[in-house]
């Protein structure tokens, strides 16, 4: 085994089946990704059984892909990094097993990846200028949080959702306007036809001093507006609106309470959402920080972010055994132990 060889990321964490290919050096060698989008859609959301046996039975033919994709044999890799946590346990133990079954028939190294952290970390392949200390701003459909990322595996997580993640709040007011499952994306789509002022919607915590959201009562602000007969494109523009100076005025917060920040990084599926991403570039500026985020596609689930973590590790000498305990919670400030 050569210890600079590439390595394979395998991410299973909840409805996407991943796999990619990276190099050493993190040049992207083959990467894929499967959403089971067809196999939970008619259920209106993510079903977990259903989920994981979607990875079992497609896992190993899109890892075996990406390896043809990237002219390599798995005999050729360096290490193996699956995600092991946080996430749906049935999805992350198929990813694990599937991992360390590959790291054990080959004698590769094993690591272990928080789903979070490798979040966290893509930006330092995307924006190899990007250094330690950042503050991160973590927006999916799982998570949304503010983390001081330290260095790897240093993580303090300053400040989270009291209720619903933002990328949830996007989904459940997306189905109140009758859009399709996962609702964020066509929720920004149809924003763009409406006017953000036309429907007046709470900013949840904003003003609120330290870095917690909320998101529950504009999702019932929305239902309201539905149920008055507001125009949909509207509440959706006026929805994005008000999601995105809640989003600001927590980075304001967290920024102003981590001064060393050398950067805000926002990422996640939310990350992906045009106006979030203004409304952050403002405030970043603001605070005299560049705004860093991964390209769209690697900020909702992928396997490139699995295998760049897993590199990171590997480079700093920390592989974990095949004993690894896949964690369907798994905090970020927990790394370190
Ligand atoms: O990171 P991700 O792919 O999966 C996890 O939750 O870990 O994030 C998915 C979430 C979903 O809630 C989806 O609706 C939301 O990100 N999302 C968006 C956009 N693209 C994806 N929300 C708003 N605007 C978008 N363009
Ligand atoms: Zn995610």
């Not at 198929?94 to 054990?104: D, E």
């Not at 870095?211 to 504009?218: A, K, N, Q, T």
């Not at 990422?267 to 106006?275: K, M, Q």
């Not at 896949?326 to 905090?331: C, G, I, L, N, T």
């Amino acid at each position: 085994m050569n210890k600079r060889a590439p390595i394979l990321g395998i991410e299973t964490s909840c409805d996407e089946t991943a796999a990619a290919v990276l190099a050493w050096d993190g040049t992207i060698l083959a990467e894929a990704v499967h959403s089971q989008l067809d196999d939970h859609a008619r259920f209106g959301g993510v079903v977990p059984e259903v989920a994981a046996r979607a990875h079992l039975s497609r896992l190993p033919g899109i890892a075996r892909g990406v390896m043809a994709q990237a002219g390599l044999g798995f005999g050729d890799l360096g290490g193996v990094a699956a995600t092991s946590g946080p996430g749906l346990i049935g999805g992350l133990i198929v990813g694990a097993s599937y991992g360390k079954g590959l790291a054990m028939a080959h004698g590769l190294p094993f690591v272990a990846v928080n789903h979070l952290e490798a979040h966290a970390l893509t930006v330092l392949l995307t924006d190899p200028g990007t250094r330690f200390p950042y503050l991160l701003l973590l927006v999916s459909g799982g998570h949304c949080q503010c983390v001081a990322v330290e260095g790897l595996g240093r993580y303090r997580r300053m400040g989270t959702t009291l209720d619903d993640a933002v990328g949830e709040a996007f989904d459940k007011s997306a189905k109140l306007l009758g859009l399709p499952w996962p609702g964020g994306p066509h929720l920004e789509r149809l924003a763009r036809a409406g006017d953000a002022r036309a429907v007046p919607l709470p900013r949840p915590m904003l003003g609120r001093p330290g870095c917690d959201f909320s998101f529950s009562g504009l999702k019932t602000a929305v239902a309201r507006a539905v149920q008055k007969g507001a125009a949909a494109a509207d509440i959706a523009a006026s929805f994005q609106a008000a999601v995105a100076d809640v989003l600001a005025d927590r980075a304001r917060h967290a920024l102003h309470a981590m001064p060393e920040a050398t950067a805000l990084v926002v990422a996640g599926g939310v990350a992906a959402n045009a106006a979030v991403r203004e409304a952050l570039a403002r405030e970043a500026l603001l605070a005299g920080v560049p705004l860093a985020a991964p390209p769209p596609r690697l900020c909702g689930d992928n396997a490139v972010m699995v295998a760049w973590a897993g590199i990171l590790r590997l480079r700093a000498g920390l592989s974990d055994a095949l004993e690894h305990a896949p964690r369907p919670r798994w905090p970020l400030d927990e790394m370190a132990g």
